[in-house]
C-alpha cells in the first residue's frame, strides 16, 4: 500500500484526539464515563501509575487512551470504551 496525502487524510478522520476543553464538553454532551475513575481502575488492574488519559474518537465511538507507567519502567496503553467504561485492549503488558 502506498502512503499518500489522501490516504493519511483518511487515517486522521477515523482517529483524532481532543484537547481537553473539547473532552470536557464531549463528555457532559455524551454521558461518557469519568476518565479519572477509569484510570485509577486500570492503574489497580496492570499495578501501574496512571500517567495520563486522553479521549479520542475512532470512526464512529469514543475512546479513553490510558497511559500507565509501571515499576520496571514499562508504559501499558490502556483503550477503553469511553462511552460504558467497558476494557477493550492494552499494549505493552508483557
Not at 18 to 33: D, F, G, N, S, W
Amino acid at each position: 500500500m502506498l502512503w499518500t496525502p489522501a490516504l493519511a487524510a483518511e487515517r486522521a478522520a477515523e482517529h483524532a484526539c481532543l484537547t481537553a476543553e473539547q473532552a470536557r464538553e464531549k463528555i457532559a454532551l455524551h454521558k461518557l464515563a469519568e476518565p479519572f475513575r477509569l484510570m485509577l481502575a486500570m492503574a489497580k488492574r496492570f499495578q501501574g501509575d496512571a500517567i495520563g488519559v486522553k479521549l479520542c474518537r475512532r470512526k464512529d465511538e469514543f475512546i479513553y487512551e490510558i497511559s500507565l507507567l509501571r515499576r520496571d519502567g514499562r508504559v501499558i496503553h490502556v483503550v477503553m470504551n469511553a462511552a460504558s467504561g467497558q476494557f477493550m485492549h492494552a499494549t505493552n503488558i508483557k
